[in-house]
């Protein structure tokens, strides 16, 4: 008969003791799955910030008298809160009552800073040309600092130029209520009463500035614009602007109705009467003027 297989002999405790000791190797962890990233995108230029529209300059008005008697006194060595405080404590603007001489001081103080933007204009009250074109130098500057009011007057342009002979405070509503669809929500939370003082407030101030003229029925000017304010708004819009052929086309000349074309007609007739230099080849502009800035005009030219 075949020999029995030999059973296996049972490993010692010692063997075993050996060999839980030994440490025994850890499974490999798996591997994380990595998936592509998605290629990045370039960030997209944002818009430009739209400056909210603001009621109150057009339904206190233009204040032309008032602001260049402000002016004619103001210390621009002393800060907008002494010049004020001497006006309000002198009255010297001569107004009727209290409550009116504050809220003349308070829309110029919101309306202008004579330190910087508005210092031109601040020196051009000093001179008796300044005072002569007052009203186009001040419409610059009012426009300038009230965006409601430079936009209003973008809008009469383009009722003007399609032909429009007469303006009425309906149109003007009816504008200044379309401007919701054009980044100025605000305009919707006016009240109705708000927005119609608005909207006479718009053509009141076209009728101080000269554009047009009488009280129910308000009808277009034949505006012009005179060579010594042209000059001085010539030299601020090269100040905002990067080249001579961009401010030469800046929409804010139809402010004083003027056109590009009709702007270099006027600086044609300037070169011919010796007062600037003015060559143009397409888009290459070489302009020379009698004052390197708005300031230097008044302060050199004009005094």
Same mark, same amino acid.
């Given at each position: ?209 000269? @554009?047009? =003229?009488?009280?129910?029925?308000? !009808?277009? &000017? +034949?505006?012009? /614009?005179? %060579?010594?304010?042209? #000059?001085?708004? @010539?030299? =601020?819009?090269?100040?905002?602007? !990067?080249? &001579? +052929?961009?401010? /030469?086309? %800046?929409?804010?000349? #139809?402010?004083?109705?003027? =056109? ?44």
């Amino acid at each position: 008969m075949p020999a029995a297989p030999k059973t296996a002999r049972k490993a010692s405790t010692k063997t075993r003791a050996k060999a839980k000791a030994e440490p025994q190797p850890k499974p490999a962890a798996p591997k994380a799955k990595t998936t592509p990233r998605a290629p990045k995108t370039k960030a997209q230029p944002k818009d430009p910030a739209i400056t909210p529209y603001c009621s109150y300059g057009l339904i206190k008005g233009a204040l032309v008298s008032e602001t260049l008697q402000v002016f004619q006194g103001w210390d621009l060595e002393a800060s907008k809160r002494t010049n004020l405080d001497q006006v309000r404590s002198s009255n010297s603007i001569g107004a009727p009552t209290q409550a009116w001489l504050k809220q003349v001081c308070t829309t110029f103080s919101r309306r202008f800073e004579p330190s910087d933007p508005d210092r031109s204009l601040a020196l051009a009250a000093r001179t008796a040309t300044g005072r002569q074109h007052w009203r186009p130098l001040l419409l610059w500057h009012m426009a300038n600092s009230e965006g409601l009011l430079g936009d209003g007057l973008a809008w009469t342009w383009e009722v003007f130029s399609a032909g429009g002979d007469l303006l009425q405070t309906d149109q003007a509503l009816a504008w200044l209520e379309s401007t919701g669809s054009q980044g100025h929500p605000e305009v919707a939370e006016w009240g109705e009463s708000t927005r119609k003082r608005v909207a006479g407030g718009l053509l009141k101030a076209g009728v101080d500035f000269g @554009l047009i =003229q009488g009280r129910v029925k308000r !009808r277009f &000017t +034949a505006y012009y /614009l005179a %060579d010594e304010p042209l #000059l001085y708004v @010539l030299l =601020q819009c090269l100040a905002s602007n !990067r080249t &001579t +052929a961009a401010a /030469l086309s %800046d929409p804010r000349w #139809l402010w004083f109705r003027l =056109q590009e074309a009709e702007l270099e007609h006027r600086l044609l007739l300037l070169h011919q009467a010796q007062v600037i230099s003015y060559h143009r080849a397409g888009s290459v502009v070489d302009l020379k003027l009698p004052a390197s800035s708005a300031e230097a005009l008044v302060q050199e030219v004009w005094t």
